[in-house]
Nanobody, 119 residues
């Protein structure tokens, strides 16, 4: 069993920045982030592979969000810049042996972190 502990999030004005962190108790092949806004389905945001430099982003966040890792700390980060009100959601860290755009591909989930962007 892998535990994922998230930190970060909060309230920010449009155009601002926030950083989310996710510390894993053990390493899996992939880690990433999904988000879920009220009344909407959970959607893919970004993911990376622990080995190599492979990353993937949803079109809606490309150029604004950056996913990165600290291998020594088993921690993945999501740097969110130029935030928009439509980025408001609960952000979930996810991990698994395979991570795709589908939430069902994740085996482990963090507790979620609220991100609220005011206009």
């Amino acid at each position: 069993q892998v535990q994922l502990v998230e930190s970060g999030g909060g309230l920010v004005q449009a155009g601002g920045s926030l950083r989310l962190s996710c510390a894993a108790s053990a390493r899996t092949y992939f880690m990433g982030w999904f988000r879920q806004a009220p009344g909407k389905e959970r959607e893919f945001v970004a993911a990376l592979r622990w080995s190599g430099d492979s990353t993937a982003y949803a079109d809606s966040v490309k150029g604004r969000f950056t996913i990165s890792r600290d291998s020594a700390k088993n921690t993945v980060y999501l740097q969110m810049n130029s935030l928009k009100p439509e980025d408001t959601a609960v952000y979930y860290c996810a991990a698994g042996t395979l991570l795709t755009y589908l939430p069902s591909s994740a085996r482990y989930w963090g507790q979620g972190a609220q991100v609220t962007v005011s206009s």
